[in-house]
């Protein structure tokens, strides 16, 4: 395995109200700069999943410069039959993709016109068939698996997310990847980090916590650095090694 440097951006919520063309700029001209192998979106791409929306949104992140996008929709994306607007523009919400020792699964954790999250067991048979084996294993998806603090009554988290845990646990999922709160934050339960981005690009944020993104370095031996990157200024930050 060669180094592999991953960007992961989320709940970007394109062209809307709350969207800062300023910091989408910026995010897109730092993302190509840093010419990561794989950008990955874990959701929320628009805000009302409408068509004009969507357009936005894919015009967007058709400038972003990488090998491998991997896309997932989150809940705003579901809104208004948009989950077909999804398959139509990105082709699956359900992606995979697999290079250099690196096996990552994307799912869809949104169901229609409501925000709660949902992966249901229907799903597990295709985790447990794309994240088996030795290669270092990344699941992603929209919604939290695990609450955080600073997002105020909790709320949204997956209605299976107990047993999707077990699940992952079971296969020795390394790196979780998902979004919705609009608070970057990380956990480490059972090996598994899960990490969580905040919004990239929308003013929609929670007190003081600023617009970011993440970027994670793995290297031969699977070593793991993961950043936090500020949008407004591009400066990373060391959140975990090992
Ligand atoms: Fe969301």
């Not at 690009?201 to 003081?208: D, E, G, M, Q, V």
Request: with cysteine; glycine share 8%; proline share 4%.
């Amino acid at each position: 395995m060669t180094r592999v440097k991953l960007i992961h951006l989320s709940d970007i919520h394109v062209g809307r109200q709350y969207f800062s063309d300023e910091l989408g700029e910026k995010v897109i001209r730092q993302v190509n700069q840093m010419k990561p192998s794989c950008v990955v979106i874990s959701g929320d791409l628009t805000d009302d999943g409408y068509y004009h929306e969507y357009l936005d949104a894919k015009n967007y992140i058709d400038r972003i410069e990488t090998e491998n996008k991997l896309i997932v929709p989150g809940n705003h994306d579901s809104r208004n039959a948009g989950d077909a607007l999804f398959d139509e523009l990105f082709g699956t919400r359900y992606p995979v993709c697999a290079r250099k020792g690196i096996k990552m699964v994307g799912i869809d954790s949104s169901e229609p016109d409501i925000d709660d999250g949902h992966i249901g067991r229907v799903s597990y048979p295709f985790i447990r068939e794309n994240l088996s084996g030795e290669d270092f294993k990344i699941l992603v998806l929209h919604h939290h698996l695990i609450p955080i603090p600073d997002t105020g009554r909790e709320r949204n988290i997956p209605v299976d997310a107990g047993d999707v845990l077990k699940l992952i646990a079971e296969l020795g999922v390394n790196l979780v990847l998902c979004g919705h709160k609009h608070v970057p934050w990380l956990w480490v339960l059972n090996g598994i980090v899960f990490l969580y981005a905040g919004t990239a690009t929308t003013l929609r944020i929670k007190a003081h916590i600023e617009q970011s993104y993440n970027y994670i370095e793995l290297d031969p031996g699977r070593a793991l650095k993961i950043y936090r990157v500020s949008s407004a200024t591009g400066q990373k930050k060391l959140v975990y090694k090992i």
